[in-house]
């Protein structure tokens, strides 16, 4: 018996695989739907994330699919948030998951066994309706996602105690209505801070973003009009990536993403370039620079009464209304210290999923990632490795090879990374899914299908890395992956090819 917590990607896709698996799952969603931060209410929840109405996700449908449940051919190639969400329920109904969640259900604690050192059994406490009820389960699965509670962290900001102006923290976003005719300061430069400074900017008197560091910023729309992670995100570009010398490959970045427009022409060349960071998905920003409507900053260096000093900058500049676009804070309520213990935006957990120090592997954490790719395959794959384990089909190292790996992880990490804030979460995509399912021995090999499907190898090995190669072959596999594989390009251009003149030609 498998409690999973939260009804997310992260949770739905682990409750398919424990069910894959033959396990009995449990999932647990605290609110009154499933869905997660794909849900959109119009009122912020208490440990739920929240949506603006506007938000369209930053990878393709065909990068972000379930690997054996692709998306509808007629759903545009990237997602508003209202169709990700029918995704979702498509993709539970499709697979009768709804009879194993209990909604309107809050996990309150999850403590080892009395006898967990030979059961690796967990006693689970939830609530619903005001009740408590006490479950045992043989295993754990934390899918709580990592959006629900909010960094503001107001003392990196001298004087804003007295700024007379409002403040809030990009959570609270809904509505651009809210910076009609106002002079914005958007502080942060992640994806959400960007969308939000571009809508504000439609609406306000003046929009500033401002950055310490800078950032690259990528658009949707890629090389030849093609989505971004589909051009980038293939077995080639990755073989490339990880082989080159490092200044060869920094030279190849700073090469790819400048060639649609200079950044420091624009003031967000990161300020350091030589630093892997990951890139703001916008297609507005840079005209909306170039057409006056947002103007790019440097870090603050003071708020006064009704203005904010930049550094480098001695003028001030006068604002009415500031977002803090300053990411967030992730923790388990739930789980004693001695379980998965969090500093630093960090967890101590082998692969990102399984804490090192437990007697018995019998609980994960699924979706505490940030890949340079889509979630939803790598939540997946997480889940197909996870529940294997559980099972007993997949053994973990070592205790100490474990936490060697996880310490040599976070060395890594501060070169590559430079590890501010929760950088140290973000991992090569493919690399990752890769070595996952190599585990459970579903990673497709490239070159025997060179001798017994050529077609499908060098589609695999030059296209996008779509999440269908993994339920080529192993346990899982999929009778419509290659078919899936083989197709994916018309799904990508069936939602835009809406008007096709009569002497084009039907090549992409």
């Known amino acids: 018996r498998v409690a999973v917590v939260g009804a997310g990607v992260s949770g739905l896709t682990a409750t398919k695989c424990c069910l894959d698996e033959g396990l009995e799952p449990t999932c647990f969603e605290q609110s009154q739907d499933i869905g997660g931060v794909w849900r959109y209410t119009e009122h912020i929840e208490a440990g739920r994330p929240s949506l603006y109405p506007s938000v369209i996700s930053n990878t393709s449908k065909e990068m972000s699919a379930f690997s054996d449940f692709p998306f509808p051919e007629d759903f545009p190639v990237f ?47 939830t609530e619903a309706g005001g009740k408590q009820i006490s479950h045992v389960f043989d295993a754990v699965m934390v899918c709580s996602g990592n959006f629900s509670e909010p960094s503001l962290p107001l003392h990196c900001f001298p004087g804003i105690e007295r700024f007379r102006g409002q403040y809030l923290h990009s959570r609270q976003y809904k509505h651009p209505d809210v910076f009609r005719g106002k002079r914005v300061l958007v502080v942060g430069m992640g994806n959400s801070g960007v969308d939000i400074a571009v809508e504000a900017s439609r609406v306000a008197a003046k929009v500033t973003i401002s950055t310490a560091r800078g950032a690259w910023l990528v658009s949707r729309v890629f090389e030849h009009g093609y989505p971004w992670d589909m051009v980038l995100n293939t077995r080639l ?185 929760d950088e140290v979460l973000k991992t090569e995509w493919l690399v990752y899914l890769d070595t996952l399912a190599s585990f459970i021995g579903a990673k497709p090999s490239v070159l025997g299908l060179l001798c017994t499907d050529p077609w499908l190898a060098l589609t695999i090995f030059f296209g996008p890395c779509s999440p269908y190669q993994y339920r080529l072959g192993g346990p899982g596999r999929w009778e419509g992956a290659r078919q899936a594989i083989l197709t994916q390009w018309d799904r990508v251009l069936k939602p835009t090819r809406t008007r096709v003149p009569a002497d084009s030609s039907s090549s992409f």
């Open 237 to 421: 570009m990755s073989l490339i990536k990880t082989n080159l010398p490092r200044s060869l490959s920094w030279w190849l970045i700073n090469y790819k993403v400048n060639q649609r427009f200079n950044h420091e022409n624009y003031g967000l060349q990161p300020e350091k370039s030589c630093l892997v960071r990951e890139p703001v998905l916008n297609d507005d920003l840079p005209s909306y620079i170039l057409t006056g409507r947002i103007t790019i900053k440097p870090g603050v260096k003071e708020f006064k009464d009704s203005s904010v000093v930049y550094h480098d900058c001695p003028e001030e500049e006068p604002i009415d209304i500031v977002v803090f676009c300053t990411g967030y804070n992730f923790s388990f309520p739930f789980l004693e210290e001695s379980v998965i213990r969090v500093e630093n935006k960090h967890a101590s957990l082998y692969k990102y999923v399984f804490p090192t120090q437990l007697q018995k592997p019998t609980l994960a954490v699924l979706g505490l990632i940030k890949p340079l790719g889509s979630i939803t395959p790598v939540a997946e794959m997480q889940a197909r490795w996870v529940s294997r384990v559980f099972k007993g089909l997949c053994q973990l190292p070592p205790q100490s090879v474990m936490e060697k790996e996880v310490n040599e992880m976070k060395k890594n990490q501060v070169r590559w990374f430079g590890l501010t804030f």
């Open 79 to 125: 997602l508003p948030n209202a169709q990700l969400l029918d995704y979702l329920r498509r993709y539970a109904e499709h697979f009768s998951l709804r009879e194993h969640i209990k909604l309107g259900t809050t996990v309150v604690s999850i403590r080892k066994h009395p006898d967990f050192a030979t059961t690796g059994q967990w006693n689970v406490v």
